[in-house]
């Protein structure tokens, strides 16, 4: 099992940028595909971008392709979320979250992933 931790959010304005860090405990984490998923008021949780077991393969929803990155440092046991351009829309909720690599489900689906953190806030003012 993992544990993951959020942390980075905060208030920004339009235009701003903003990194995103999660840190895992527990299992060797790169045993462990990761995922960021956010959650606006009144909303669902959707995906953000995936990255496999190594950081080679990253994917990304179209709405934040381009504009943000995934990463992810597996030495120490940390996924990031680089964010640039951010506009209010971007405004939720973030939540790293992470699945076995061994288990076969998919990356852009929240039943996709066993272990969730408990999220950070990020407020983008227009």
């Known amino acids: 099992q993992v544990q993951l931790a959020e942390s980075g959010g905060g208030l920004v304005q339009t235009g701003d940028s903003l990194r995103l860090s999660c840190a895992a405990s527990?299992?060797?984490?790169?045993?462990?595909?990761a995922g960021w998923f956010r959650q606006a008021p009144g909303k669902e949780r959707d995906f953000v971008a995936g990255?496999?077991?190594?950081?080679?393969?990253?994917y990304y929803a179209d709405s934040v392709k381009g504009r943000f990155t995934i990463s992810r440092d597996n030495a120490n046991n940390m996924v990031y979320l680089q964010m640039h351009s951010l506009y209010p829309e971007d405004t939720a909720v973030y939540y790293c979250?992470?699945?076995?690599?061994?288990?076969?489900?998919?990356?852009?689906?929240?039943?996709?992933?066993?272990?969730w953190g408990q999220g950070t806030q990020v407020t983008v003012s227009s």
């Open positions: 990255i496999n077991w190594s950081g080679f393969n990253t």
């Open positions: 527990g299992d060797t984490f790169s045993n462990y595909r």
């Open positions: 979250a992470a699945q076995s690599k061994y288990v076969s489900a998919s990356t852009r689906l929240i039943s996709g992933y066993d272990y």
